[in-house]
């Protein structure tokens, strides 16, 4: 059926990585805002997206029956098989890049493969070996918002370095935080996260220093743009940070971290409302 095909494609993941790709469109838009590039610069990162998570399906089908939160996945199901899932990888993955390099440019089509392999190749594997596959992942998931800053921009410079940086460290204290309220099921599923190699403790300690480079990055971006809405990012991030290192006092370490989640998706919101209302409405 469609709708197994479009879970395999994980939507959840793909909204959120769309919002901060438009986010970046956004950043970089200055003065000019094509409307034609930015709906080429979604629907093509979509597809590399759409196909890159496919691939991880595929590498995951063994482990998923053995997470709450994924035993029901098409292929874990097997309502899709393995060699239809490659095939609708691979036309999205096509697609994808065909629409970004003939209608964005050379950039942002090299920015989305980077993405691409290092998600697939990279952090889908070395998941299973290392605790240190998060950083990796949050590589490749601060890819999208770079794709979307070439595309309107056309370069990479200092600002678009700033957007990378607040995506990679924003994301090592949200996954970190799945990791510590799902650790039963990954440590059914032996994959190594953090919390399972080196302790809770020391995954809270992580968080906490993966959020304050996060508050700095994101401070340092809003002086490199003219924007005065980014103000608000760097507050709403501000008390992210600050809950990560009191709101767990009295809770338990599952509570707290999916209330640290909770927060974290609140704070990526936000950063993308401020920088979309900074082009559209400036002050």
Known sequence: MISDYYVLAKPGILAG?????????????????SLGCFFAM???????IGSSCVLNNVIDRNIDLLMERTKKRSLA???????NALYFAFFLGVLGGVVLWFYTNALAFFFALVGFVVYVAGYSFMKFKSPHATLVGSIAGAMPPLVGYASAKGSFDLVGLALFLVLVFWQMPHFYA?????????????????PLALGIQATKRQMGFYGIVFFLTLFGLRFLCEG???????????LWVGFCFVGGKGKSEVLWAREVFTYSLLVILIFSGAVAFDFWLPL
């Open 77 to 83: 199901l097997l309502a899709i098989s393995q060699r």
């Open 228 to 238: 005065k809405c980014l103000w608000l990012a760097v507050v709403a991030g501000g």
């Open 178 to 194: 799945i990791a510590l309220f799902r650790l039963k099921e990954y440590a059914a599923a032996k994959i190594p996260v953090l």
């Open 42 to 48: 979604l629907g093509g990162i979509a597809c590399v």
């Open 17 to 33: 990585n769309l919002m901060t790709a438009a986010a970046g469109f956004f950043l970089a838009s200055s003065g000019f805002f």
